[in-house]
């Protein structure tokens, strides 16, 4: 690729007008009324949508909600980089009236990133929606990495007046509202007014209000992509609130060791109570909610514990935990049952610089090319429907639409949620409409930049060979050449020759590439070039259809490595299965006993790979766990 391919950040202008910033009034002294301004996706100039509510329980809101904005807007989100933008926002912070009022602050300091910051990311203001299945509040952090979700089922409040009973909109969560949930209490009803009008609240936080974002794409793909993740079959963790106490009591207490596992190990046994380990200190606990109803013994990683430490102040309201997970280093669910409410926690599962973790992802939710009328079509069938589960939207758009051949009704469900249409409740299961962000299509949020853009193409193209080895360490080569697309300025079809490293249950080392922009190392900051990208999408793909045809025929295996854990009188068993061809390893690996080896050479293949399965089939009935992917 020669030097003239560049980047430029991939974002869309986000214009969000308000009439104020929401606060938190007390009309009287019994009376206290939580008012929430709301932007018309409509425009400046229609008014907002209307909606006034009476919340059930204003301890538990006041909590969750006080939760939900600090993930929304964090402490020193907004830190700029350049020395002289940085000198610039000190000068701004020092001197900012004392007395200026709320509504001045937030002009003045949108302002400033007009004038000095016009590129800067500080986060999108939250989202609320309501509907006949309830009342929502969603937000991602500025990173994209960690969603919540605020869900209060219609049992948790009632609608006064004649307000509209549907709306979706963003709403401003600034300091202001921050600061006053604190003065809740249970001294008097809790009203929620939704798209508040400027005579609810005092002068000072009354004013035109317009902030101008512009939002990187890969944050909105991250926001619609990590819930649409509830589509795909999830493991489900029953915990107590006890439990959760007493994981957070030890993750406070003790500090990270640099260089070890930060993650929590779920030891998950059909018909037995879950138990968790906390690494790195190795801390096991036996959880006491609901035995696990999974179909087989497993262990499972889940790593962003310390996101969990914000769950501190709604430990005294809740009833129940109840963790939903993809899998191993991939989007979880935290659900906090809380009576009528219930609020979510989900993380990626990674970092959002972890780009080929990400590909992998993509690869398990792919962004179907769904044209825009059938996705309006989607949307009102889900519209008349209220609220339904993915399988019978599916059902529904099935019979009530037409689709092509080339799609399933699945894949329209699926891309209902990616284009933030769909929102799913983890309380029920099921699906409504909302609209998350206006004016937003399938093909613009497909890939997050333009070199996964480019990579999945020349993938898709069939300009990607792979070389796969093992190498002696256990470490998987992959070697490629990827022959770019033809250009204009180009006489021959440049080929490179990308490659990188894996290892089972670990991360991508020794990335390379010949090509110009992997020997910038002002570029490779950015992240790799098209051709590893296509490298690891080619062979992604081609793993992922070699173990499902390895599934669907297992006598066709002639290579597998099976490992399998066992917890027995309080020491860990670890057994390890091995097939290469006609050999057979076994490693059995006792704690605090050296590892034993046992090797059976067969003389053909088949009997080889009978003994494997039998084996791997003896240990999964006598409770062994399958730690294969840890």
Known sequence: MSDQYSETPMTKALSLHYAGVSSVERPRPDEQRVCLFTHSLEGNSAPSPRAELTLKDPLVFREAMRIFLSLHQPKGAYLPDDPQVYEAYASWRRGLDPNITPIEVSRSFYHFLGD?????????????????????????????????????????????????????????GGETLQRGLTTLNNNGALTLSLGASPNEVRDECVGQLTKTLPAPTEWMRNFTQLLSASTRPLRSISLSRMDLYNVLQQIRLNADLPKQKKGVRFELVPGKPPALTLEPWNWRLVCTGEVY?????????????????????????????????????QPTFWVLHCGAMTFTLATMGFRPNNWSRGVLLDLTLPRADVSEPLLSSAQEVLSKAGSLTAKQLAELISESVAI?????PKDVVRALIQVGLARPDFKSGTL????????LSPSALRYRNEREARGSKLAELGRVITT?????????????????????????EPVYTPQFQILEGAGMRKVSCDCAWMKDREKQKLGPCPHVIALWVKY??????????????????????????????????????????????????????SPRFFHRLFSEIAAARAAYF???AELERRDYMDASQS
């Open 293 to 329: 109803r999974g179909d087989r013994a497993e262990i499972l990683g889940v790593w962003d514990r310390r996101d969990l430490l914000i769950f501190d102040q709604l430990l005294p309201y809740i009833d129940h935990v109840e963790l939903r997970a993809l899998g191993e280093a």
């Open 432 to 439: 409504s409409q909302r609209t998350l962000f206006s004016g």
């Open 614 to 616: 039998k084996r791997v």
């Open 116 to 172: 000095h910051d016009p590129t800067a990311w500080v986060g999108c203001d939250p989202t609320v929606s309501l509907n006949e299945s309830g009342l929502a509040f969603e937000t991602l952090d500025p990173t994209g990495r960690v969603y919540a979700m605020i869900s209060v089922s219609p049992e948790g409040y009632d609608v006064k007046g004649e307000g509209v009973r549907e709306l979706s909109a963003q709403f401003e």
């Open 540 to 593: 992604a793909s081609d793993e992922a259809a070699r173990q499902a045809e390895l599934a669907a025929h297992p006598e066709r295996v002639e290579v597998a490595t099976s490992v399998y854990l066992k917890r027995q009188r309080g020491r860990e068993l670890s057994r390890v299965v091995e097939l290469k061809r006609k050999l057979l390893i076994e490693r059995w690996e006792d704690e605090g006993e």
């Open 468 to 492: 796969v080895s093992e190498l002696p360490t256990g470490e998987i080569e992959v070697l490629g050449e990827v022959t770019e697309l033809p250009a204009a300025h180009l006489p021959v």
């Open 404 to 408: 092509p051949d080339t799609h399933h």
